[in-house]
Nanobody, 123 residues
Framework: VQLQASGGGLVQAGGSLRLSCVAS????????MGWFRQAPGKEREFVAA????????YYADSVKGRFTISGDNAKNTVYLQMNSLKPEDTAVYYC?????????????????WGQGTQVTVSS
């Protein structure tokens, strides 16, 4: 599976962005998808995940109520809608694909990673 993330950019606090991650190479519908982020000097952290069936989503407490993860199996694409952005959301955002069903909040459970897209939120 190859993952291509896009949609990052510079936005003011309170603004919105939508990230996209397009998967290619294998049957997308068999993979659970996640978004992680990494700020300078910090470890990569979990943001959100969705099961390939679309019936379950998971969020980090820091983004719950502001971010929404969704998927479109027909387009092999997973999205991360980010609203009410804060300066602390500034990071490189990565999408990832996992064959396993469990532990989707842990980076080590993912099998494939995209290249990352920069999100910068100004105050």
């Amino acid at each position: 599976v190859q993952l291509q993330a896009s949609g990052g950019g510079l936005v003011q606090a309170g603004g919105s962005l939508r990230l996209s991650c397009v998967a290619s190479g294998r049957t997308f519908t068999n993979y659970n998808m996640g978004w992680f982020r990494q700020a300078p000097g910090k470890e990569r952290e979990f943001v959100a995940a969705i099961r390939w069936s679309g019936d379950s989503t998971y969020y980090a407490d820091s983004v719950k109520g502001r971010f929404t993860i969704s998927g479109d199996n027909a387009k092999n694409t997973v999205y991360l809608q980010m609203n009410s952005l804060k300066p602390e959301d500034t990071a490189v955002y990565y999408c990832a694909a996992a064959k396993g069903r469990y532990g989707l909040g842990y980076a080590g459970m993912y099998d494939y990673w995209g290249q990352g897209t920069q999100v910068t939120v100004s105050s």
